[in-house]
């Protein structure tokens, strides 16, 4: 775990961008690390999604470091990690980094959203005020026991208050500490260029798909999050489904997509290495 915080903590520090894609579950954190990423995103959206939620504080720290802990041990690449609000005051953002940590984290970002919360591209969203905040930042900072796990704070600011106000909390949440600071929320070509425009200087976080990796890259952003391999999942689920549904069968490969999942989830190997304790 160690090992992955410091792979990533040097990521950032260098002169290229971490594309990070959203990932729910192991199976889909293993296949993002043999496609070659670097690290993967633990989705807040995506983890509710999973179990029949929307993205509206349905779910708490148990479950989401619950699932972390599940990402993590089934790949080696840094798993960053949506920790909502902190789950409370500066003593719970204490409780929630301790779990994150332990759970096998490389980072997380906390955010000022009113709780219960809701997806970052939702509107109607409410924010804490500044005050209520800088302190949970400080909390998240001291609270890690490694150095190398990486506090990103989020700003939700930017649909409620717009551009002055994000970037106000931004550069404070950077003053309290955070390693990398991110506003959420971004819809458009005009928001991203004022992201990279008003706060270009810091460390930052962009999540979504607006632009290709390079061209977010070339604006200067430090990681990525990229949303799109959790609604291409979606899709193809319900495709699928739908297909079966309709004609009594899902277009494919059967049995060789079959055989496909059990290699690449490394079923012979394991059945291998009990077959030596049968000797």
């Given at each position: 775990?160690?090992?992955?915080?410091?792979?990533?903590?040097?990521?950032?520090?260098?002169?290229?961008?971490?594309?990070?894609p959203f990932v729910y579950d192991g199976l889909q954190a293993k296949?993002?690390?043999?496609?070659?990423?670097?690290?993967?995103?633990?989705?807040?959206?995506?983890?509710?999604?999973?179990?029949?939620?929307?993205?509206?504080?349905?779910?708490?720290?148990?479950?989401?470091?619950?699932?972390?802990?599940?990402?993590?041990?089934?790949?080696?690449?840094?798993?960053?990690?949506?920790?909502?609000?902190?789950?409370?005051?500066?003593?719970?953002?204490?409780?929630?980094?301790?779990?994150?940590?332990?759970?096998?984290?490389?980072?997380?970002?906390?955010?000022?959203?009113?709780?219960?919360?809701?997806?970052?591209?939702?509107?109607?969203?409410?924010?804490?005020?500044?005050a209520e905040m800088i302190p949970k930042v400080r909390a998240a900072?001291?609270?890690?026991?490694?150095?190398?796990?990486?506090?990103?704070?989020?700003?939700?600011?930017?649909?409620?208050?717009?551009?002055?106000?994000?970037?106000?909390?931004?550069?404070?949440?950077?003053?309290?500490?955070?390693?990398?600071?991110?506003?959420?929320?971004?819809?458009?070509?005009?928001?991203?260029?004022?992201?990279?425009?008003?706060?270009?200087?810091?460390?930052?976080?962009?999540?979504?798909?607006?632009?290709?990796?390079?061209?977010?890259?070339?604006?200067?952003?430090?990681?990525?999050?990229?949303?799109?391999?959790?609604?291409?999942?979606?899709?193809?689920?319900?495709?699928?489904?739908?297909?079966?549904?309709?004609?009594?069968?899902?277009?494919?490969?059967?049995?060789?997509?079959?055989?496909?999942?059990?290699?690449?989830?490394?079923?012979?190997?394991?059945?291998?290495?009990?077959?030596?304790?049968?000797?």
């Amino acid at each position: 775990m160690r090992e992955a915080r410091r792979k990533l903590r040097n990521a950032l520090g260098g002169e290229g961008m971490v594309l990070a894609p959203f990932v729910y579950d192991g199976l889909q954190a293993k296949l993002a690390e043999a496609a070659g990423f670097e690290a993967v995103y633990m989705t807040g959206f995506g983890t509710a999604a999973a179990r029949g939620l929307p993205d509206l504080g349905l779910i708490g720290a148990a479950e989401m470091t619950q699932n972390a802990r599940i990402i993590a041990a089934a790949v080696s690449v840094p798993v960053i990690c949506d920790a909502d609000t902190g789950y409370g005051n500066p003593l719970n953002v204490i409780r929630t980094v301790e779990g994150f940590e332990d759970a096998g984290a490389a980072a997380l970002h906390i955010e000022d959203q009113v709780w219960p919360k809701r997806c970052g591209f939702l509107g109607g969203k409410e924010v804490v005020p500044v005050a209520e905040m800088i302190p949970k930042v400080r909390a998240a900072v001291e609270a890690r026991s490694d150095p190398d796990l990486v506090v990103i704070a989020r700003t939700d600011a930017l649909q409620p208050h717009g551009w002055d106000e994000a970037e106000s909390r931004a550069r404070a949440y950077r003053d309290a500490g955070a390693d990398l600071v991110f506003v959420d929320g971004i819809h458009g070509l005009e928001d991203l260029d004022a992201y990279a425009r008003r706060l270009g200087d810091l460390p930052c976080v962009y999540n979504g798909q607006l632009e290709t990796p390079a061209a977010i890259e070339a604006r200067g952003f430090r990681l990525q999050i990229h949303i799109g391999t959790l609604t291409v999942a979606f899709r193809a689920m319900r495709k699928a489904l739908d297909e079966l549904r309709a004609s009594g069968a899902v277009r494919g490969d059967g049995d060789a997509d079959f055989e496909a999942m059990v290699e690449f989830l490394g079923v012979p190997e394991a059945l291998e290495r009990a077959r030596k304790y049968e000797r």
